[in-house]
């Protein structure tokens, strides 16, 4: 096995560097999604959105139809797609340089953002645990596929937290899709650990703690804390508060090997890198 670390990603043909740190911002086109701030529930809002994650620095953008907070109600393949349609479109027109991400577990869904919007990468919170089709369909499309790590479904995740040693049982389920993906020809994996997704608070904090143990095997490694309960539970304050705990943990997850970093406050995001590579 090759012992380098693989620090790129290829998007539609071109090379994109890992070894600086990526920001991918959050554009929810949902009403329910856990963070108020971050839902664009019509057109113009997921455009200004899309302005604004640009205009801050970010590298990505990861656009939602189907929120996957705790308890979140089911949404059908229609209507994600039917809200996926309405503004895709329109963002990739006006960024047609942009990496664009879209977070789905649905193979139909990831054809048609890939195929009819110009959408660049997936992102599967379900880690083809949602749709038994979903490996087979990203190797076809020829895009980037980030591997999440979840028990169950929004509806059932935290009824789904008792591991016997989760960091174990974590790197047998990355070892297990990996070899399903490479034996389909999906080059490029980028792998979730899956804060928050059939977790409780411990075990996200192990996960941390631990983050550099996923680094065995050499893939790009997505961290996404933002705003989460792991951060405003423990200080009895709301996710609309919890933005310095966002940037404590993101540079917690640089120093142990993150790569990109999914969050709602680009900006801040932006600046914590730079001062983060500063200090290499």
């Keep these: 096995m090759n012992n380098a670390i693989i620090k790129t990603i290829n998007v539609k043909g071109e090379l994109i560097s890992l070894e600086r740190p990526l920001v991918m911002g959050i554009l929810n086109v949902t009403p329910d999604s856990f963070y108020e701030s971050s839902r664009c529930v019509d057109v113009q809002k997921a455009i200004e959105r899309a302005k604004q994650i640009i205009d801050d620095g970010g590298d990505i953008i990861d656009v939602g ?19 996926l349609r309405s503004v895709l479109p329109l963002i990739r027109e006006r960024y047609p340089d942009t990496i664009i991400s879209v977070d789905t577990f649905r193979s139909r869904v990831a054809r048609f953002v890939v195929e009819e919007c110009g959408v660049d990468m997936i992102n599967d919170i379900m880690g083809g645990e949602g749709d038994e089709d979903m490996f087979e369909t990203v190797a076809q499309l020829k895009v980037p596929y980030i591997l999440m790590h979840m028990r169950g479904t929004p509806q059932t995740m935290q009824k789904n937290t008792e591991y016997g040693n989760i960091m174990v049982e974590m790197i047998t389920y990355f070892s297990e899709k990996i070899e399903k993906l490479r034996l389909l020809g999906v080059n490029d994996v980028i792998l979730d650990p899956g804060f ?6 411990a075990q996200n904090y192990n996960i941390l703690k631990n983050l550099a143990d996923i680094a065995q095997f050499k893939l790009p490694l997505l961290v996404g ?4 309960s792991m951060i405003y539970r423990p200080l009895n304050i709301s996710p609309e508060e919890s933005l310095i705990g966002t940037v404590a943990l993101n540079t917690l997850s640089l ?19 730079k001062i983060f590579e500063l200090s290499k």
Excluded: M
């Design 196 to 201: 928050g997704f059939a977790k409780s608070l």
């Design 225 to 228: 804390v933002s705003r989460k």
């Design 255 to 273: 120093t142990k090997g993150a790569d990109i970093l999914r969050v709602h406050d680009v900006k801040e995001c932006v600046e914590t890198i």
């Design 65 to 83: 139809a189907y929120s996957s907070r705790p308890g979140a109600e089911d949404v059908s393949e229609e209507e994600e797609i039917a809200r």
